[in-house]
């Protein structure tokens, strides 16, 4: 099992956070889109330290509007354009059930978090964790995560405008993932600044 303080983790959604969602549903691998500067900025979390997980509803495949074989290909695209600009996920966490099958997967609850804390050997007690809509950091919160709401797929409707009661106290903001990796980065220099010597050192 992993060192439990030597895993540096972050766990982001997938649709509207790091390629373009639709209402339609992402249905297949020429349907999803990064969005500008999303996989550069997993790219830059990756070389500052950082495993990259996502924990994903894909409801579409209870929906039966696709199926296992398509979201396998979604991901191998997403996985070679990631490659491409220098960066990787380690793990894609889903939730494949349809809203009223009643699961503990589907985001707004935790479940996706608890699998990904117990995959990892990691206490999700404030690991960043980022999504486009208020299920997602409500889901990252119940299970001890930092929220971070990003401001693009439905995030946008969140831009100028005060954030919902529903939303887990606490919640950071930022305009993109892009706008999130500089912060997390810079944070965690800041904070290798201002630690004390250590006594072995």
């Avoid at 439990?4 to 997938?14: E, P, S, T």
């Avoid at 490659?83 to 996706?112: D, I, Q």
Wanted: glycine share 10%; with cysteine.
């Amino acid at each position: 099992m992993p060192d439990r303080q030597a895993v540096k983790l972050v766990i982001l959604d997938r649709d509207g956070t790091i390629n373009q969602d639709s209402d339609e549903f992402v249905k297949s691998p020429e349907e999803w889109i990064p969005l500008p500067g999303a996989l550069e900025a997993i790219a830059r979390l990756n070389h500052a330290g950082w495993q990259v997980v996502i924990a994903s509803n894909q409801s579409g495949l209870g929906r039966g509007l696709f199926d296992v074989a398509a979201l396998n290909a979604m991901h191998a695209r997403m996985y070679k354009l990631l490659a491409t600009a220098g960066g990787r996920v380690e793990a894609v966490f889903y939730c494949p059930h349809a809203p009223e099958e009643g699961c503990e997967c589907r985001k707004p609850k935790p479940g996706l978090f608890v699998q990904i804390g117990e995959r990892f050997g990691v206490d999700l007690t404030g690991v960043p964790a980022a999504g486009d809509s208020v299920r997602d950091l409500q889901a990252g919160a119940a299970a001890g995560c930092e929220p971070h709401l990003i401001l693009t797929g439905k995030g946008v409707a969140w831009r100028n405008v005060p954030l919902s009661p529903d939303f887990p106290a606490g919640t950071l903001v930022h305009e993109d993932l892009a706008s999130f990796a500089r912060y997390l980065i810079a944070r965690e220099e800041r904070r290798a600044r201002l630690a004390p010597p250590r006594a072995d050192a």
